[in-house]
């Protein structure tokens, strides 16, 4: 079974950064792809980027494009989003998620790690 840990949220100012990270373990951990996904209050869950494992190639959502990058170490099982020029409307609980094949699920998901971005 897949355990995925997020880390890394905080308390920053708009224009700041912050780095999230997500561990994950498991014996036979071998996912097609991982993301991270948001829920600010109030509000759906929405997908933020993904990385395919093997190949890294990576989708943001189109209102973090130029200021998140995504990025994964598959000897750490490690994937990581950097955040930078962060917004208020940034604020969110971040979520990391894994699945095994492509157009599946995402099927499993870390606990979540709290982002609060003050204007």
């Known amino acids: 079974q897949v355990q995925l840990v997020e880390s890394g949220g905080g308390l920053v100012q708009a224009g700041g950064s912050l780095r999230l990270s997500c561990a994950a373990s498991g014996r036979t951990f071998s996912p097609y792809d991982m993301g991270w996904f948001r829920q600010a209050p109030g509000k759906e869950r929405e997908f933020v980027a993904r990385?395919?494992?093997?190949?890294?190639?990576?989708t943001y959502t189109d209102s973090v494009k130029g200021r998140f990058k995504i990025s994964r170490d598959n000897v750490q099982k490690t994937m990581y989003l950097q955040m930078n020029s962060l917004k208020a409307e940034d604020t969110a609980v971040y979520y990391c998620?894994?699945?095994?094949?492509?157009?599946?699920?995402?099927?499993?998901w870390g606990q979540g790690t709290q982002v609060t971005v003050s204007s």
């Open positions: 990385i395919t494992w093997s190949r890294g190639y990576t």
């Open positions: 998620a894994s699945r095994r094949r492509a157009g599946d699920e995402w099927n499993s």
